[in-house]
């Protein structure tokens, strides 16, 4: 019983690969829509009741499948080299450029993501997505923060993220060398700030604030299923 639940499980993932690698083409003229998908199953060959099953809402489930199939593509491609040596600041650099280039060449599939999760009805999900991109980012990196620090920084990497992904869509430099300087300002004004917040810590006032923020915990492992980021 179990080796065929994990059969049926496999097949799923693999006809969602399947499907997202033959939607992609479409995107570029038609964006994340009901023609594009019903298209993508026609072209990856995929039985309509299997690709119900795998999509239910069609389209829209492979713009979140390719979103998170990016950020796997992101771990990869950063445990391929030795960073070691790099400011932590200078990793989230590198993990955020490994994010951008994972997907680099569906750049207009990114842009009508960018506008599918710009939606009123799609707003959420695509803030979880953001969410949850920057978390990863910060477990790849090993963060262990467990009070408010957990939010700032999740939240801080996710403004940052989205910011650099949004100038990248309009740039035009060779090897999006503007976006890569444009990112390393962000992340520089994020370590001003860094670096101000430990200053008004040393202040009585501060350390009252801190005391205080220190009472927020991260979300436990029980409750993340409603956390933006961690929709079931």
Partial sequence: MVKSEK??????KITKKLLISSILPNVDFDGWSSVSFNQAIIDAGVDIGLAKQVA??????????????????M???YNKYDFSNLKYSEKVTQLIK???????IHKEAIRKSMSLFALPPNINEGGQLIWKTADTIWNTLGDTSTDSNWYTKRTTLSAVYSSTVLFWL?????DAIDTWNFL???IQNVMAIEKTK???KNTPLGRSMVDFFDLIKKPSNDHKSSFPGYKS
């Fill in 7 to 12: 059969n049926e499980s496999d097949h799923i």
């Fill in 56 to 73: 239910p809402r069609g389209a829209i489930d492979l713009a979140v499948a390719f979103h998170q199939q990016g950020d796997q593509l």
């Fill in 75 to 77: 771990i990869a491609s």
């Fill in 98 to 104: 490994s994010r951008i280039k994972a997907t680099e």
């Fill in 170 to 174: 309009g740039d035009e430099s060779e």
């Fill in 184 to 186: 390393e300002r962000r």
């Fill in 198 to 200: 430990a200053k008004i």
